[in-house]
């Protein structure tokens, strides 16, 4: 099993800024994608910005030179640095991990956090 535990959510006023992080810990051999999804009030959750094991990553256009992703491979861990934060961007944000557990075997399980609320508001 995987547990992936995020943290640094939070109010802030819009403009501002905030990082979250996530960890994924239990039994991995190796983390393909890992990504931020967020879902607001009333919305369906949305890929806010995802980076394969090499490094690619993709960002939705909404968030585009604002938000950025990184992660550690070593570590098991991906951050989002939000900055120029909106209203809109308001919402939980999840943390998604496609991961292979065991290195004999091929196979790969999708795995979520449980979520961070951020808030901003003035």
């Known amino acids: 099993q995987v547990q992936l535990v995020e943290s640094g959510g939070g109010l802030v006023q819009p403009g501002g800024s905030l990082r979250l992080s996530c960890a994924a810990s239990g039994t991995i051999f190796s983390i393909n994608t890992m990504a931020w999804y967020r879902q607001a009030p009333g919305k369906e959750r949305e890929l806010v910005a995802g980076?394969?094991?090499?490094?690619?990553?993709n960002t939705a256009d909404s968030v585009k030179g604002r938000f950025t992703i990184s992660r550690d491979n070593a570590k098991n861990t991906v951050d989002l640095e939000m900055n120029s934060l909106k209203p809109e961007d308001t919402a939980v944000y999840y943390c998604?991990?496609?991961?292979?557990?065991?290195?004999?075997?091929?196979?790969?399980?999708?795995?979520w956090g449980q979520g961070t609320q951020v808030t901003v508001s003035s």
């Open positions: 998604y991990a496609v991961v292979r557990p065991h290195r004999e075997q091929s196979y790969e399980f999708q795995f």
């Open positions: 980076i394969t094991s090499h490094g690619s990553t």
